[in-house]
């Protein structure tokens, strides 16, 4: 009798639920979207969870994404931190501290299928939301901050799509583009604390998530390497299509509807 290759044992014996296949889908999901947010900020999670979510469910994508992206991106925190307005971030986390709960209910309490729908229609509409250019030109108000914040928290705790309400509210507006970056990178990293710590507590971020991660996570930190590398060679209008592009198959890829074509 033929002992099983290690592989296989590792799946049986902690990831009885998963498949090869969905664990190398996963991996190149993650890969695409690392590909995306490495060359051009953004896009990540609305290409990695209807693609993750399609093999695995939606509580398991939007986990993986927080625990792979914060992971990857903890060394851009310290330059972050350093850099940012901080009144203003922790200004827009007082919103997430609202959002993020209420979104991590979503997340655990709505059935798996009806969150991919969710998942894919949001995430097609957030991607004619990119793609208008639409920004918020004035300067940053308390309530704005604090309701973008909370807007942002609702989609974050949901299925970590917290970026594009935050940055159509801070790139457009009058903070310096360095403050603005750095902002970013502040406002994610304290974000997935807050994120980690609502999935713990409603049992969404689990050992089974973890191990996933282990795979998931080298495939992301691939496209965050080339993708980063690759930022200069075409232009940025071109870079930003191409995403366009990625988020938009992504969100019909991972429709339900075509669940038997990838069976």
């Known amino acids: 009798m033929t002992s099983p290759d290690p592989f296989s044992a590792f799946l049986a014996t902690w990831l009885p639920g998963h498949s090869a296949g ?8 993650a890969m695409i979207a690392g590909l995306a947010r490495g060359f051009s900020g953004f896009g990540g ?6 693609l993750a ?3 695995t469910s939606p509580a398991i994508a939007s986990a993986l994404l927080l625990v792979i992206d914060g992971v990857m991106t903890l060394g851009m925190v310290p330059e972050g931190w350093r850099k940012a307005n901080r009144r203003e971030v922790f200004t827009m986390l007082a919103g997430a501290l609202v959002g993020v709960p209420a979104g991590t209910a979503v997340l655990s309490l709505l059935p ?14 957030l991607l004619v939301f990119l793609m208008s250019g639409w920004r918020y030109h004035g300067r940053p108000k308390t309530y704005l901050t604090v309701g973008v914040g909370a807007l942002a928290g609702l989609f974050g705790g949901a299925a970590q799509m917290s970026g594009p309400p935050i940055v159509a509210y801070w790139l457009g507006g ?23 710590t609502s999935y713990i507590v409603t049992g969404i971020l689990t050992l089974e998530v973890l191990l996933i991660a282990l795979v998931a996570g080298p495939g992301y930190g691939i496209g965050l390497t080339f993708g980063s590398r690759m930022f200069g060679i075409a232009s940025e209008t071109t870079f930003r299509r191409i ?16 669940d038997g074509l990838r069976s």
């Open 22 to 29: 969905e664990l190398v889908f996963v991996f190149f999901a």
């Open 112 to 125: 798996s299928i009806t969150l991919r729908w969710i998942i894919s229609i949001v995430v097609l509409g």
């Open 174 to 196: 009058a903070i310096e583009r360095n403050v603005v970056r750095a902002n970013l990178v502040l406002y994610f990293a304290l974000g997935t604390i807050i994120s980690a």
């Open 53 to 55: 979510s399609a093999v």
């Open 243 to 258: 995403c366009f592009m990625l988020i938009g198959a992504a969100a019909i890829i991972g429709l339900p509807l075509l």
């Open 45 to 50: 999670a609305l290409i990695f969870v209807p």
